[in-house]
């Protein structure tokens, strides 16, 4: 299991002092610009290597790990195949240039591109989150989600609570992990092999793992909750923050920064621009 | 020999910022059909040492010796003199066709067993453990039938569901999970933590039976008057270190070691020690528990035994 993808780590950085929310809209709006069609899939893919580059400096000053964004990428090189398989067989459009043939079976540069785009989509996302969520507490995240949540508030939406339950949930994520690591310590003295042995034994052990797991989950929220009442939550009271967030200049200049590419993307977008044509560079026509 | 440890390292998150060393330089034996306690504070490696007796944990570097079986992890070394990890690293990732074997002779009961539950009914759940090590479906019942005996839940318990039952009765079922395995060994890591009194009793006269049959007993604990009134040796830890071996006798008569590694002996052996200290010949190696100690009074004073 690959735990360092998209889990906090404290660095002293200028993307781990910045205010949450900011970091929340970048990454709306960074995701928002990968979703965006800028005319053809080759400007697509300028936007995307574009952004690339973008979230590779971001890794460079948070100090996130280029290399196990990618090291987790082995989990989908079976997914980007089977896409693979399906768009060369089943091509969206049987017009544009053939890249080259296969006993006659031709196979479209367009499908070609449109698997490489889908990959480069994946990629991108996947930065993304993992950057945001690699420089961004827990805590501080589901604040940030408050907050921008706020306008569902006004028409009655108790977001506090929705808040409260995130982060409640987001703080058991590493006490489950605990249970889970003995429960199956447990089960291993009771001869449990997790990794070997036949398909229907592999199913009985994860049954003597999931099981004792939620039951220690529904005993624990139990205790939670009494736990909260006896110190005095009261879900609709007003809350206060523990934490105050500082608004400083980095915050002003990234808002800006972020708020003028989406404006550019969204430009871009409405008047397709084709820098190759431009250019006069011939790629293979796809349609 | 059943059980050998021999030079055991072991430290958590090896090689990480936040890496924490929890075993070292471990040597110890555990003879066949003894019965030694394992003490020392919270975080002195108590429950890492216990995990490395069952191969849930392997050692770093170092040797474990389960009656045949071995688990040898020789440290690795470079022609320059310096540790070669991954080396190290891939003799931990091969297959040890052995491990089973090991957890077949040596049962673990954790701390708070009952989270090991999961079956619809106690005797399902009880004979998991035997099924998981190659018995057919009547000699596991067989077997789960006999530990349920063991730990006093009758027959009236057996088509119960787990989770409906008492802390105690829980903690019984899981006991007997670990006892219908039949292992050789029996190590119980602070078994009876959030037991009742009668349970607390009931469960050392349930291991002082297995250790009347013949079975080994490796407890960790707390309870120093369960030390000195069960076990015949003990072994105290700290900061991941044996600092050391010795019986309960020796162990509560050392004062400078007791203040110095803030152990507190035994209310029954403290009182024992003020009567010698004024003047009353009591014999120290007679005193396991209250009634022992009145005994030995009566025996000075001349009164009936």
């Not at chain 1, 690591?181 to 009985?204: E, L, M, N």
């Not at chain 1, 939670?224 to 915050?251: C, F, Q």
């Not at chain 2, 059943?2 to 060393?21: A, E, F, G, M």
């Not at chain 2, 429950?47 to 020789?74: C, K, M, W, Y």
Request: contains cysteine; aromatic residues 10%.
């Amino acid at each position: 299991m690959n735990t360092k993808l998209g889990k906090y780590t404290s660095f002293n950085t200028l993307l781990h002092h910045m205010d949450a929310r900011v970091k929340l809209i970048t990454m709306i709006i960074f995701m928002v610009s990968v979703f965006l069609d800028y005319g053809t899939t080759y400007m697509n893919l300028v936007v995307d290597l574009f952004l690339f580059l973008i979230l590779v400096i971001l890794c460079i000053i948070g100090k996130v790990s280029v290399g196990t964004i990618f090291r987790a990428l082995k989990a989908i090189w079976l997914m980007i195949f089977i896409i693979l398989i399906i768009n060369v067989f089943f091509p969206a459009t049987k017009t544009g240039d053939i890249a080259f043939s296969i006993n006659d079976f031709p196979v479209y540069w367009s499908s070609i591109m449109n698997v490489i785009f889908i990959f480069a989509r994946l990629v991108l996302v996947l930065m993304m989150t993992n950057i945001f969520t690699c420089v961004t507490k827990p805590l501080e995240l589901t604040n940030a989600l408050e907050f921008l949540l706020f306008p569902l508030s006004l028409i009655r939406i108790p977001i506090h609570k929705f808040a409260m339950a995130l982060s409640l949930a987001l703080r058991f994520v590493p006490t489950l992990q605990e249970e889970a690591d003995r429960i199956i310590k447990a089960q291993a003295s009771r001869g449990v092999d997790y990794k070997q042995g036949k398909i229907k034994d592999k199913v009985k052990s994860i049954v003597s793992l999931i099981i004792p797991l939620f039951v220690s989950a529904f005993t624990s929220s139990g205790q939670l909750a009494d736990a909260m009442e006896a110190r005095g939550y009261d879900p609709n009271a007003k809350r206060t923050k523990y934490k105050t967030t500082h608004w400083s200049i980095v915050d002003t200049i990234s808002l800006f920064l972020a708020a003028s590419f989406l404006t550019g993307a969204i430009l871009l977008a409405i008047f397709p621009y084709d820098l190759f044509s431009a250019l006069q560079i011939t790629l293979p026509k796809l349609k | 020999m059943p059980i050998q440890l021999n030079q055991v390292y072991y430290t958590y998150n090896l090689n990480r910022p936040d890496s924490k060393r929890a075993l070292e330089d471990i040597s110890l034996t555990f003879d066949d059909h003894c019965f030694t306690a394992l003490i020392g504070k919270t975080g002195s490696g108590k429950s890492t040492l216990i995990q490395h007796l069952n191969a849930l944990l392997l050692p770093d570097s170092g040797r474990v010796q389960i009656n045949e079986h071995v688990l040898d992890f020789p440290v690795q070394v470079k022609k320059n003199g310096k540790v070669n990890y991954r080396k190290m690293k891939k003799l931990h990732k091969k297959k040890l066709p052995q491990v089973k074997e090991i957890r077949k002779t040596v049962g673990i009961v954790f701390q708070f067993p009952e989270y090991q539950i999961f079956e619809e009914t106690v005797l399902k759940d009880v004979s998991f453990g035997p099924k998981n090590f190659g018995c057919t479906e009547e000699e596991a019942i067989e077997k789960a039938k006999k530990a349920l005996t063991m730990v006093h839940l009758d027959e009236s318990f057996y088509e119960r569901s787990p989770f409906e039952l008492s802390g105690g009765e829980k903690r019984r079922v899981a006991i007997a999970g670990i006892l219908a395995m039949e292992p050789d060994i029996l190590v119980l890591d602070e078994p009876t933590v959030g037991l009742d009194v009668r349970g607390q009793r009931e469960f050392f006269h349930l291991i002082q039976d297995l250790y009347d049959q013949g079975k080994s007993i490796i407890l960790a604990t707390h309870q120093m008057d369960v030390v000195l009134r069960t076990c015949s040796r003990v072994i105290v830890l700290d900061q991941g270190k044996v600092v050391l071996d010795s019986t309960p006798l020796k162990l509560f008569q050392d004062k400078e070691f007791l203040s110095s590694s803030s152990i507190e002996p035994p209310i029954v052996f403290s009182f024992a020690m003020s009567l010698i200290e004024r003047g009353m010949p009591i014999r120290l190696e007679n005193i396991r528990s209250t009634s022992t100690l009145a005994e030995e009074i009566a025996r000075v004073k001349g009164g009936k035994q």
